[in-house]
T-cell receptor, first 112, second 113 residues
């Protein structure tokens, strides 16, 4: 069974540009999460989808971040326009009926 | 909301020694406490978890203890090996409905041969 997959694995963009990160959760998982780890700090929650609905988006930093999960399958996280402080690792995770949350490899974003 | 504090931030041990990482949490409704290991450039991997109806859980060289009254939980690694070197994160569920995890700050464990 495939795990959580994320694309791209690494991205370097200039300040002011747009980046879109994609996440494919484990098949059948209704819950999809986005987390971010900035500059070696803790892993911070961004938002939680249940199927296609946003259950909790309290961790989204500001309106430059837009997450979608069309059809309740894969999700995208768009940063527009990107700022220097957006650099970090963006993790997607998914879970099924239980609590266990499985993480993807992360998308490493560098804004220069 | 939930707040999780993790200590120490760095830990260096000799191969074969034990390592202990401690976390405290603030939300008494939290009922799920996983531990993740993240090697450099890799995904966080779940290594063990505990639910609030259990005080201790063990899996080979790894054990986790939970004190609900004091709202703290700990990770114990015995007979450490160099491949145990990684960053370890504790986490607590926000409330008791599953879903969202709040993470500690991470502990960088270094096991010296």
């Amino acid at each position: 069974e495939a795990g959580v997959t994320q694309f791209p694995s690494h991205s370097v963009i200039e300040k002011g540009q747009t980046v879109t990160l994609r996440c494919d959760p484990i098949s059948g998982h209704d819950n999809l999460y986005w987390y971010r780890r900035v500059m070696g700090k803790e892993i911070k929650f961004l938002l939680h989808f249940v199927k296609e609905s946003k259950q909790d988006e309290s961790g989204m930093p500001n309106n430059r971040f837009l997450a979608e999960r069309t059809g309740g399958t894969y999700s995208t996280l768009k940063v527009q326009p990107a700022e220097l402080e957006d650099s970090g690792v963006y993790f997607c995770a998914s879970s099924g009926q239980g609590n266990t949350i499985y993480f993807g490899e992360g998308s490493w974003l560098t804004v220069v | 909301g939930e707040n999780v504090e993790q200590h120490p931030s760095t830990l260096s041990v000799q191969e074969g020694d034990s390592a202990v990482i401690k976390c405290t949490y603030s939300d008494s409704a939290s009922n799920y406490f996983p531990w993740y290991k993240q090697e450099l450039g890799k995904r966080p991997q779940l290594i063990i978890d505990i639910r609030s109806n259990v005080g201790e859980k063990k899996d080979q060289r790894i054990a986790v203890t939970l004190n609900k009254t004091a709202k703290h939980f700990s990770l114990h690694i015995t007979e450490t090996q160099p491949e145990d070197s990684a960053v370890y994160f504790c986490a607590a569920s926000e409330g008791n409905q599953g879903g969202k995890l709040i993470f500690g700050q991470g502990t960088e464990l270094s096991v010296k041969p």
